[in-house]
């Protein structure tokens, strides 16, 4: 029996039929892959995910990124655009429109999607940061965020789903709102989401990147984090990776896209933020799945494609 077409395609899903009792064949899905990925601030789809973006695209998928914020309480590295900032002109998030829209571009996608239209919510900034007249993300009535959000995914019907872990990756207000509210959007959306994941640092990868960097990467003034760096997950605790090297390069021009929040070093290998910690471009992204059923794994036991498990071939 083969899955009949849903009402967004008119070509079949496609999955298994049975030939003859006890046969059983595997039908390669003709449908269009569908990701979508939600985070809280402009660049944080870049830092995150830009590799596993610009991978996707390139395999033909329809990958959306719905972003939460502005972004109006980002610290800004160039001091070309220092009064931009919320104590001079108060213009970053417009600002930053621009920027996310060039990033999402150089990864291959048309521009943004933001929750509930651009500045609906205010970014939160770190705890202790004023509202400054507006409803800060943190402070937004969830039902009505979760709402917006399940009306994207039932819009969309995406086969894959990411977000942040529940720490939100370091912690920051907007990103654990954010993981809350895409977590409530999946288990609320009608079209029921085949795989969840959690887009996460792996821990050593981090490490090893950090250490492969040699004086020539970075600026001088630019700090760097000890040898023996403990920072993400265990490769235990990862399920899924996401390696694309020949796509580091359009990451990395997105990460130059959002020029006001971070600085690409000189051979383009590493970057930092206005804290100026050095961070290394990785081209590796890693992932936990937390709802659905993984696909084949190779012998760390990581997927090495979201979409692995759903018919789609590679």
């Known amino acids: 029996m083969i899955a009949q077409a849903n009402s967004r395609s008119r070509r079949f899903t496609g999955r298994i039929y049975a030939t003859n009792p006890g046969s059983v064949t595997f039908v390669a899905s003709q449908e269009t892959p569908r990701l979508l990925f939600v985070h809280a601030h402009p660049d ?45 002109a108060d213009q970053l998030g417009g600002y930053r429109i621009a920027e996310l829209t060039t990033a999402l571009q150089k990864l291959g996608l048309p521009g943004p999607r933001f929750l509930g239209g651009a500045g609906r919510w205010r970014d939160s900034g770190m705890p202790g940061t004023p509202a400054r007249g507006r409803t800060k993300f943190v402070d937004a009535d969830f039902d009505e ?32 709102q954010t993981h809350r509210i895409t977590t409530a959007a999946v288990a609320a959306a009608t079209w029921k989401v085949p795989k969840f994941y959690w887009g996460v640092i792996g821990a050593s ?95 760390r036991g990581w997927e090495t494609d979201l979409l692995a498990g759903l018919g789609f071939g590679q």
């Open 44 to 88: 944080d789809e870049t830092m995150n995910n830009g590799v596993t973006i610009a991978r996707y695209v390139r395999r033909g998928a329809e990958v959306t990124v719905v972003t939460c914020t502005l972004g109006e309480e980002g610290e800004i590295i160039d001091d070309r655009w220092l009064r931009l900032a919320v104590d001079e």
């Open 205 to 299: 990868a981090f490490r090893d990147g950090v250490n492969a960097l040699g004086d020539e990467d970075v600026l001088e003034d630019w700090i760097r984090p000890p040898a023996d760096v403990e920072f993400g997950f265990s490769d235990e605790k990862i399920t899924a990776v996401v390696e694309a090297p020949e796509h580091v390069a359009a990451k990395v021009d997105a990460i130059a896209a959002h020029a006001t929040q971070m600085l690409v070093g000189p051979t383009r290998r590493a970057f930092t933020l206005s804290n100026k910690l050095v961070l290394p471009v990785l081209a590796a992204e890693h992932y936990v799945l937390v709802e659905g059923t993984a696909g084949p794994t190779d012998e």
């Open 145 to 176: 965020a979760v709402g917006l959000l399940t009306a994207v995914i039932d819009e969309l019907r995406p086969h894959v789903v990411a977000t942040y872990d529940p720490d939100g990756g370091y912690g920051h207000p907007d990103h654990i």
